[in-house]
């Protein structure tokens, strides 16, 4: 992994996402193919226990 960006995003909508959610639910590339903006809470919460209404 070379480049950490500060603000990392999702690969699939665009959005901001934070770096907590990129540790859990990106890939060993850091990307985010999927966030709560484009994806069902339902769908990501399960993945790893992330808050459901909180984003930090
Ligand atoms: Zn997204």
């Known amino acids: 992994m ?3 960006p500060l603000m990392p ?3 699939n909508c ?5 770096a907590r ?5 990106g890939d ?9 903006e ?3 809470t ?7 226990g ?3 209404n909180c984003n930090c």
């Open 2 to 4: 070379n480049t950490v």
């Open 9 to 11: 995003t999702c690969q």
């Open 50 to 52: 992330l808050h459901t």
């Open 38 to 40: 484009c994806m069902k």
């Open 21 to 25: 959610f990129r540790r859990v639910f």
């Open 28 to 36: 060993n590339n850091g990307d985010i193919h999927g966030c709560r």
């Open 14 to 18: 665009g959005s901001h996402v934070t």
């Open 42 to 48: 339902t769908e990501i919460s399960n993945e790893d």
